[in-house]
């Protein structure tokens, strides 16, 4: 996922008031007269700060559209025994094919 300026400039500033144009840090437009506008290079750090988090995120992500489905975790825990098993199988599965970062 992407992060975009206005989350950046939220995680600086959080009551500020202002508008982004066509996600152009030279474009922003600051209505705030209270809180004083980051610079630039302020908002830019803050923007690859949250990329990062956002990219360490990612495992989650692509283990979600591969874990299974509620419904077949719910069935597993009611039937136990090789259900139970096989869907924790599963799960391992996914877990291992998408590791967390740093594993």
């Known amino acids: 996922m992407k992060v975009n300026i206005s989350e950046a400039i939220k995680?600086?500033?959080?009551?500020?008031?202002?508008?982004?144009?066509d996600e152009n840090i030279d474009q922003i437009d600051w209505?705030?007269?209270?809180?004083?506008?980051?610079?630039?290079?302020?908002?830019?750090?803050?923007?690859?700060?949250?990329?990062?988090?956002e990219d360490a995120k990612q495992y989650q992500r692509d283990r979600l559209t591969e874990y299974p489905s509620l419904q077949d975790c719910i069935h597993a825990?009611?039937?136990?025994?090789?259900?139970?098993t096989d869907?924790?199988?599963?799960?391992?599965?996914?877990?291992?094919?998408?590791?967390?970062?740093?594993?």
């Open 11 to 21: 995680a600086l500033e959080p009551t500020a008031s202002f508008g982004v144009i």
């Open 31 to 53: 209505y705030s007269e209270d809180v004083t506008q980051p610079s630039k290079e302020a908002i830019q750090t803050k923007l690859d700060e949250l990329q990062a988090v």
């Open 77 to 84: 825990l009611l039937d136990g025994g090789d259900t139970l």
């Open 87 to 103: 869907l924790q199988a599963a799960r391992q599965a996914v877990k291992d094919k998408y590791p967390k970062p740093g594993e």
